[in-house]
Nanobody, 124 residues
Framework: QVRLEESGGGLVQAGGSLRLSCAAS????????MGWFRQATGKEREFVAA????????YYDDSVKGRFSVSRDTAKNTMNLDLNNLKPEDTAVYYC?????????????????WGQGTLVTISS
């Protein structure tokens, strides 16, 4: 029953913005780091962003640094990713993840829980 569910994906013009949300259910995630990965068609999944259990520490891939912002509300077991100044190369399925280790998410190692993904498409 423990699961993550993403929402908010859609079609956006280049230069536009979008907010993705992740809802965690089936247990408490207050002591879990969370984050986002993405996978474009024909390519491997890649790290996007991570946030610590407290929400005070964040880490971004260089490709999105300065454009994307990750935040969380631990009381509600939710996490958001604000995508700004979107580019066509941002088109991908975005996945929400959770793990007891912040480092595991950053290094893509033994991530405990994945959502089903939500599609973000950027038109040029």
């Amino acid at each position: 029953q423990v699961r993550l569910e993403e929402s908010g994906g859609g079609l956006v013009q280049a230069g536009g913005s979008l907010r993705l949300s992740c809802a965690a259910s089936g247990g408490s995630f207050s002591n879990y780091a969370m984050g986002w990965f993405r996978q474009a068609t024909g390519k491997e999944r890649e790290f996007v962003a991570a946030i610590s259990w407290s929400g005070k520490s964040t880490y971004y891939d260089d490709s999105v640094k300065g454009r994307f912002s990750v935040s969380r509300d631990t009381a509600k077991n939710t996490m958001n990713l604000d995508l700004n100044n979107l580019k066509p190369e941002d088109t991908a399925v975005y996945y929400c993840v959770a793990d007891s280790s912040f480092r595991n998410i950053i290094t893509y190692d033994q991530i405990e829980l994945w959502g089903q993904g939500t599609l973000v498409t950027i038109s040029s």
